[in-house]
Nanobody
């Protein structure tokens, strides 16, 4: 069983930066993918980024490519999301999630474990 706690959300002006953290408890093992999704009010969950736990392969959603960077600290069971050049449309609740596979999936349906979410609000 895995559990995650996100932190680092908040209010920032457009063009600013935030760094989200997701601390996991429990054993992730080598064949896991850690991902970030977001959900804006009235919308479904949108894929943001994901990273494979073993080799660090990464994937990004089109809206964040070039602005966001996902990374991990294996010893601390922690995954990070560095968000730069933030835009008002990045406003959402951000969730970290894990799936027991070595392959990245862009669908939230394929992730088994979820954090409680952290709010990110980007103002003009």
């Amino acid at each position: 069983q895995l559990e995650f706690v996100e932190s680092g959300g908040g209010l920032v002006q457009a063009g600013g930066s935030l760094r989200l953290s997701c601390a996991g408890s429990g054993r992730t093992g080598r064949s896991y993918v850690l991902g970030w999704f977001r959900q804006a009010a009235g919308n479904g969950r949108e894929f943001v980024a994901a990273i494979t736990w073993s080799v660090g392969g990464q994937s990004y959603g089109d809206p964040v490519t070039g602005r966001f960077t996902i990374s991990r600290a294996n010893a601390q069971n922690t995954v990070y999301l560095q968000m730069n050049s933030l835009k008002p449309e990045d406003t959402a609740v951000y969730y970290c999630a894990a799936r027991g596979s070595r392959w990245i999936s862009l669908s939230s349906d394929n992730y088994d474990y979820w954090g409680q979410g952290t709010q990110v609000t980007v103002s003009l």
